[in-house]
């Protein structure tokens, strides 16, 4: 697979932000969240964030591996599911948590398991959209997010290079 167009990277600080703007669209004193259920691994870093904001104690994980390496999906492999208590009611008053949802494979799969529980993601492509319930940004399809996990310093070319002579 080629290497998007665009690229977005994403610092600590930028995702904790966004994270809690996420938790701050999901707070409504009317409505109690029972437990969130998150996407490993990606979904375990914002989940920590809403968690503590919206004082969630109950926290399970489903365990979801679809890009073998970077960039490319493959098969999806449903690793650990969700526990049986947490999939009654089909899922009624859950909250699902990840990180983003890109072609919506894997926000379809989960949403399979909790046909009624609510969907968050920090991030959100074109495609993923009209899987996720509440998001905070929207990235092109062609755009690749980097998230701060993922990343480490390096040189960076000066933006003229390349661009001119
Ligand atoms: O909408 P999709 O095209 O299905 O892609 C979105 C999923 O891809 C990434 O997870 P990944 O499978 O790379 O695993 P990870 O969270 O363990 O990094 C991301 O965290 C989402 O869970
Ligand atoms: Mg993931």
Known sequence: MSLPDKAFPVSWDQF????RALAWRLSDNDREWKAIVCI?????VPAAIISRE?????IETVCVASYHDY????????LKGI???????????ILIVDDLTDTGKTA????????KA???AVYAKPKGRPQVDT?????????WIYFPWDMGFTYQEPIAKGTRG
Not at 135 to 143: A, G, L, N, P, Y
Request: net charge negative.
């Open 16 to 19: 904790h932000r966004d994270a």
């Open 40 to 44: 490993t691994r990606g979904g375990l």
């Open 54 to 58: 919206l004082n969630i104690r109950l």
């Open 71 to 78: 960039l490319s999906q493959g098969e999806m492999h449903v």
């Open 83 to 93: 526990s049986p208590e947490l999939l009654q009611n089909d899922g009624e008053g």
């Open 108 to 115: 379809a799969q989960v949403r399979s398991m909790l046909p």
């Open 118 to 120: 609510h969907f968050a």
């Open 135 to 143: 998001f905070i940004t929207e990235v092109s399809q062609d755009t």
